[in-house]
């Protein structure tokens, strides 16, 4: 290897990694603290002396800076001392791994997307006696940084510039096999979001050299105010230097500080170039190098100029021409290259043309390997339900920085895929088999969401299977068995295992259903749990084989023994419903023999009906021009059973025997919405304004949970004001959602044929295209909260039927809402919140589908206006009316300017 004459790179290349923190400099900085505590802050830095347990920071005499220990950023690992005592304070101890492969710093507060620089120092000291030091790697959250080496008794570092991936920023040490990893201090820097361009979200600069050429001593802090350390290059060369400021302007990417530009090197004429040998990255690293150039020289134009060209590799690549630095102002020349040998050094040479009157000139120079962050995190919330898991679980376990990344240090027990639409890693498989578990199992496994396989086996878990593992809809298999203590299983994994997809492996006795109903009716539910999917699929087939023969039997005994086949369903509170299935026998008995009729529908005539118990129910006869076969029956009985909300009609059981499909409610007492608004009830009260608006926004409730809390999304198709009822407390509940078909695959068209609503209300759309989806629920429910705010039907009688949306409009655009009101409410109701709910109507009624809201839209705006009515109930009548026009919450001015926009 041929040397230049001047070599100022000789210690990088004797040294396999180069730290060039040359402590015994210090002595040089005496007057460092003087000038440290002045306009400079440590805004944002975080400084660690690592392994130092002493409470409280402390400020180094030497730099200034304040050190804190290590270990609210970090668990693992141990505390040592070095016995030589000549470094500086902050090297003096340093936090060891003997344990585990990866050991992670936690860094925080940073913010998301921020630029930081990071600096872990290292001094190895001898201090556990082995007499070498070890050789490890650092990672930078998942990617890899640098692979650590050191000299034995001087002071080394590594430095990083990155962009925080989130709100914290891990520093990780590696073992790779090759001695235990420690670490001495560990500093954070912010950085401007302009400054090192090249640095981003993908990509990060790992500091390989930053040379101040032209000054002896190592400049840092307060002098860079970021705490860059920049190493001074002076020995053997010819200096400039200039007391004038070189002051780096306000946008520059480099911010260079001035008492490092100030400074210079370069030669005599006779000796023309420099060249800078740099034992960078390894082979196939991204290398970049970004010199800094200024002037220190004033010349003069006639005889005299300073012309330089740039080469890198050996001479062999022009990379920069007669480049002249400008005269105390900063500039750059940045490289980005490859390594393109594995042995060697990458070389730049700086000449002066043969034109020029003066040597090179050079102020600084930095040089980094570009390290990709490519390797995917973990979901965020994959990570915080885990971490959830191992709090709960009390789990000992190295499990440490991300779960899934970088994929050789995957957790022990965990399986990871990248999912294309987050581009993250999502934890599919967790196996925490024996393990010596005890306690409940923790529900935050379900917010692993994308998990397919969960073995728990062989532990000492207790209590029951959270319900929400049922609600995943990846898991494929669980295994539970080894548990003696484990309770109950959920219905829906029971469902599940039942319709074989998911296997699930228990041990002991057999297991139940979960069951915990209130009044105690235990319901015996035929699902066995195997350890095998073979013996359960057998056990399905054979339950099928015993439900049809059951079937066939007419006779079943008397109501309300406990010989009926039953199914168990959870409401979204948890509770249980059942759906009793009745014979015709029953269903007489309940009706004395069809006694008293209480309503009619497009699908059968409703009875009046008392259960063994007194409990008064509503029988449904399905008329037998109904146009449902006994599956589809079954099938829509399967559906309501799932179904259960406080808003909805309470399905309580069904008769199917042939020819005799009856559908039994609970009985609601105070007849239909429509009942009310047409004054048809004898005696009844006219319901209020308040009660109106809370009547719709419980009936929006309803609906809103057959469209979004139905899996598939129940549509009703025939909402309409006779279709609500209400109980004796004025609560109201959606009926006869018997029409409904799910969304599911078999009836993937969503073309309806047949009867379908009710004119009026059906959705004008679906003339266009026979298609009914949730939209056309929402229309429907438009016309009924126009109907509660006017009392009119959608059809109005004295006004030559003209449609209610027609006539509201027109009103409406002239801007008289007063007209539309329901006379019969006296003015007694609030101006601003009748506009929002005219102006909610009108986008359920929208004829375009895309101004169309949802039901969650509508079910939030109204809950909106229940609590402003709340706040201004107590005022009452047309004062408060107009009171509340100049409330600011629903600006009267927008609301109908929008409606006329329209
Ligand atoms: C490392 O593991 C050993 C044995 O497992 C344990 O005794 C020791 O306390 C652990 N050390 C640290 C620092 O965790
Ligand atoms: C190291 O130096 C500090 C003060 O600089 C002193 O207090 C301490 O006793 C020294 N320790 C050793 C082992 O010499
Ligand atoms: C980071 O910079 C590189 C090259 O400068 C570019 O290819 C990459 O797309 C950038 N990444 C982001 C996230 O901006
Ligand atoms: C500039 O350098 C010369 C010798 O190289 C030295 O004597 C002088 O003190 C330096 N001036 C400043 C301002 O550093
Ligand atoms: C350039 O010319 C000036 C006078 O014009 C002289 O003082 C100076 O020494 C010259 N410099 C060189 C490098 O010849
Ligand atoms: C689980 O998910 C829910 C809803 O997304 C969230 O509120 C909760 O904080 C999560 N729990 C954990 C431990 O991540
Ligand atoms: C993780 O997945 C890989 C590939 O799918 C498989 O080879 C490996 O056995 C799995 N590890 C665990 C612990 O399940
Ligand atoms: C369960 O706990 C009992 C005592 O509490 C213990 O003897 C047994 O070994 C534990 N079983 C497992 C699998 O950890």
Redesign the pocket.
């Known amino acids: 290897m041929n040397f230049p004459p001047f070599n100022p790179w000789k210690g990088c290349l004797l040294t396999p990694w180069p730290f060039f923190f040359l402590f015994f400099f210090f002595c040089v900085f005496s007057s460092f603290a003087t000038r440290v505590v002045q306009a400079q802050t440590q805004k944002g830095f975080i400084s660690v002396d690592c392994g130092f347990a002493g409470g409280s920071e402390y400020r180094d005499d030497e730099t200034g800076v304040t050190y804190i220990g290590d270990s609210q950023f970090i668990d ?3 505390n040592h001392i070095i016995p030589v005592n000549s470094s500086s304070r902050p090297y003096r101890t340093l936090r060891s ?4 492969t990866r050991n992670c710093f936690t860094l925080s507060p940073v913010k998301s997307g921020d630029k930081y620089l990071i600096r872990a120092g290292f001094l190895y000291g001898n201090y556990d006696g082995r007499g070498f030091p070890p050789i490890f790697d650092l990672h930078i959250g998942v990617n890899f940084w640098t692979n650590v080496k050191m000299e034995s008794d001087s002071p080394g570092a590594s430095e990083i510039i990155t962009v925080a991936p989130a709100d914290l920023i891990r520093v990780c040490l590696v073992n790779t096999g090759k001695g235990t990893p420690f670490i001495s201090t560990l500093e954070l820097r912010p950085l401007l979001d302009f400054m090192y361009p090249l640095a981003n979200a993908s990509q990060s600069l790992a500091n390989h050299l930053r040379w101040n050429y032209g000054m002896a001593n190592k400049l840092r802090y307060p002098d860079d105010p970021y705490d860059r350390v920049w190493d001074g290059v002076a020995e053997n060369f010819f200096t400039l230097n200039t007391s004038i400021e070189v002051v780096a302007t306000e946008g520059d990417a480099f911010q260079v500080p001035s008492p490092v530009l100030r400074s210079a090197i370069s030669e005599s004429r006779t000796n023309f170039h420099l060249d800078s040998w740099q034992d960078i990255g390894t082979l196939g690293d991204k290398i970049y190098i970004v010199m800094h150039f200024a002037e220190l020289q004033k010349l003069n134009p006639a005889n005299e100029s300073r012309r330089l060209n740039i080469y890198v590799v050996d001479g062999t690549v022009l990379l920069f021409t007669d480049y002249r630095p400008p005269y105390l102002r900063v500039d750059h020349k940045e490289i980005v290259d490859t390594r393109r040998s594995a042995s060697g050094l990458y070389n730049i040479s700086i000449y002066a043309t043969s034109s020029s009157t003066l040597s090179y000139i050079i102020n600084a120079l930095e040089s980094f390997v570009v390290r990709q962050m490519n390797e995917s995190q973990t979901d965020v919330r994959d990570v915080s339900a885990i971490d959830d898991i191992r709090r709960v679980l009390r789990l000992v376990r190295n499990w440490e920085a991300d779960p899934c990344s970088p994929r050789e240090y995957i957790w022990e027990g965990v399986n990871c895929t990248y999912y294309e639409d987050s581009r993250s890693m999502r934890i599919t498989s967790l196996n925490l088999s024996s393990s010596g578990l005890d306690g409940q199992i923790p529900t935050s496994i379900g917010n692993l969401t994308a998990l397919t396989t969960l073995d728990l086996s062989n532990n000492n878990l207790t209590g029951p299977v959270p319900d929400i593992l049922g609600e995943l809809l990846s898991l494929r298999f669980i295994n539970l068995s080894g548990n003696e203590a484990i309770g109950v299983i959920p219905q829906n994994l029971c469902e599940k295992v039942s319709k074989g997809t998911l296997s699930l492996s228990m041990s002991g006795k057999l297991k139940q259903c979960k069951n915990s109903d209130t009044n105690n009716k235990k319901v015996v539910i035929p699902v066995t749990i195997t350890t095998s999917i073979v013996v359960t699929i057998l056990l399905v087939v054979s339950f099928w084989i015993i439900r049809r023969k059951r079937k066939s039997h007419s006779s079943r005994g008397v109501l309300n023994k406990k010989n009926y086949t039953r199914s168990a369903e959870t409401d979204d509170n948890g509770r249980r419903r059942e759906i009793v299935q009745y014979t015709y026998a029953e269903i007489r008995q309940i009706t004395k023999n069809f006694q008293h009729q209480i309503g009619k529908g497009g699908f059968g005539i409703v009875y009046l009906g008392h259960l063994r118990d007194g409990t008064m129910v509503a029988v449904k006869v399905l008329s037998s021009s109904s146009s449902q076969g006994s599956k589809e029956f079954e099938a829509e009985v399967l559906l309501l059973a799932r179904v259960h909300h406080k808003n909805l009609v309470c399905l309580l059981g069904y008769c199917d025997d042939a020819q005799h499909l009856s559908l039994v409610y609970e009985y609601m007492d105070n007849r239909t919405l429509r009942d009310h608004l047409s004054g048809e009830i004898h005696n009844a009260s006219l319901l209020n304004w308040s009660q109106r608006v809370n009547i719709a926004l419980q009936a929006a409730q309803g609906l809103d949970y057959l469209h979004n809390g139905c899996r598939p999304p129940i549509i009703h198709r025939d909402i309409k004001s006779s279709n609500i009822l209400l109980n004796c407390g004025l609560v109201a509940k959606i009926a006869d959602f018997g029409l409904s078909r799910a969304f599911n695959n078999d009836s993937a068209t969503h073309i309806t044929t047949g009867l379908v609503g009710t004119p009026g209300y059906l959705d004008p759309r679906y003339y266009q295209d026979y298609r009914l989806n949730e939209k056309s629920d929402v229309y429907s429910f438009g016309i009924v909260l126009l109907e509660i705010i006017t009392g009119q039907p959608p059809y109005q009688k004295s006004i030559e039927k003209t449609h209610i949306v027609k006539w509201v409009h027109s009103k409406v655009d002239r801007g008289d809402i007063m007209s539309i009101i329901d006379p019969r409410l006296q003015g007694d109701f609030n101006i601003n919140m009748t506009w929002k709910i005219v102006e909610i109507a009108m986008s359920c009624t929208s004829t375009t589908l895309e101004e169309r809201i949802t039901m969650s839209n509508v079910v939030t705006q109204l809950k909106e206006c229940v609590e402003v009515n709340e706040s201004h109930n107590v005022l009452g009548g047309v004062n408060s009316s107009m009171q509340s026009m100049n409330d600011t919450l629903y600006s009267i001015s927008s609301t109908p300017l929008a409606l006329l926009a329209r």
Do not use: S, W
């Open positions: 693992t690992g141990e791994f003997p344990n585990g």
